[in-house]
């Protein structure tokens, strides 16, 4: 128990380095910042909706530095195969097969414009994202610890993409949003990028360390009025629950299912050991609440028309 208080001042120290870090090269953005930080520390995967030129791949790899882990960036076009992603097996010199592995053998996979390849592709994600490990001609490799898959979406250009299911969808803990800068954020990222200094980020940490912090966050102890009121924050997402207020019944066609709830008590562990919190609260639920249902409701026309928002149903149900 002392070690885990110890581990927890010592997280909360190593965070606020981290964001000092990655605040050297990217500017604003502070709320995905902490929302791509509290999936790593979660063991979550992340999907990054903005359109181009906002730094989505920069923000990625730069906190993978910042992280000490390895990197890997895959750009989904139509004309991927999985074993693009996975690797394959060839015959080497002594006419033996050998397994070449993919680019999703690495620590931090980013996954560029992941709508922009057929479901066949996406599909080869999926295991990768939910098991740790990936299973070529029958074969199961194991990936390194820890992983996460950040995926990238441009939510303007709809021509040529592919939707990413809802079973693939899931498999997200956050949905995170990517704005334009303000004038102020966006002059310092002009002057900050048009000269010939570059930043240069220091490794904080190393994947044994974050692999440990992720199961002190796993060893949070949550009230169980806590644990309910986050069940019941996802039951009121359902049109055909009993919670159901008339918000959810006018505009939404579908809720969110049980991996929200679990996502949002991990979630809100992380987010309660960053701030100095031996145990999260409500109030840490409703930080991460936004992020992590976001992609999982599924609003009905009336909504679109009327133009009412996911964000707007969320925070109705707090």
Do not use: C
Not at 66 to 75: E, H, S
Not at 164 to 184: C, G, H, K, S, V
Not at 205 to 226: G, H, K, M, W
Not at 247 to 256: E, N, P, Q, R, T
């Amino acid at each position: 128990m002392s070690n885990d208080v110890k581990a927890v001042a010592q997280l909360v120290e190593k965070h606020t380095a981290l964001k000092k870090e990655i605040s050297k090269v990217i500017i604003g953005q502070e709320a995905v910042v902490n929302q791509i930080l509290l999936a790593v520390f979660s063991g979550g995967h992340a999907l990054l909706i903005g359109v181009p030129g906002l730094a989505k791949t920069l923000m990625v790899n730069t906190i993978s530095k910042a992280l000490g882990l390895d990197f890997k960036r895959i750009q989904f076009t139509p004309d991927l195969m999985p074993s693009d992603i996975l690797g394959s097996e060839i015959l080497d010199e002594n006419r033996q097969f050998k397994f070449i592995k993919g680019p999703i053998f690495s620590n931090i996979v980013l996954a560029d414009e992941i709508n922009r390849t057929p479901p066949k592709t996406q599909a080869a994600l999926l295991e990768a994202m939910q098991e740790k490990s990936v299973t070529v001609a029958g074969v199961n490799y194991p990936l390194s610890k820890p992983y996460f898959v950040l995926a990238t979406q441009n939510p303007i250009e709809q021509e040529g993409t592919y939707p990413l299911p809802e079973a693939q969808l899931d498999r997200f803990m956050f949905a995170i949003n990517l704005d334009y800068p303000t004038f102020e954020e966006e002059v310092a990222v002009v002057k900050s990028t048009t000269g010939d200094k570059v930043a240069e980020v220091k490794a904080l940490f190393s994947a044994n360390e974050i692999t440990e912090y992720q199961q002190l966050v796993r060893r949070v102890p949550v009230a169980d009025n806590v644990i309910e009121y986050a069940v019941g924050l996802v039951a009121k997402t359902r049109p055909n629950s009993e919670y159901t207020g008339e918000l959810v019944k006018k505009y939404i066609d579908w809720g969110a299912g049980p991996r929200a709830s679990q996502n949002l008590i991990i979630a809100a562990k992380a987010h309660a050991l960053i701030n100095g919190k031996f145990s999260p609260d409500i109030e840490n639920v409703q930080a991460v609440a936004t992020g992590i249902l976001r992609h999982r409701i599924l609003r009905n026309y009336k909504a679109e028309a009327e133009r009412v928002s996911i964000e707007a149903i969320i925070e109705s149900l707090f």
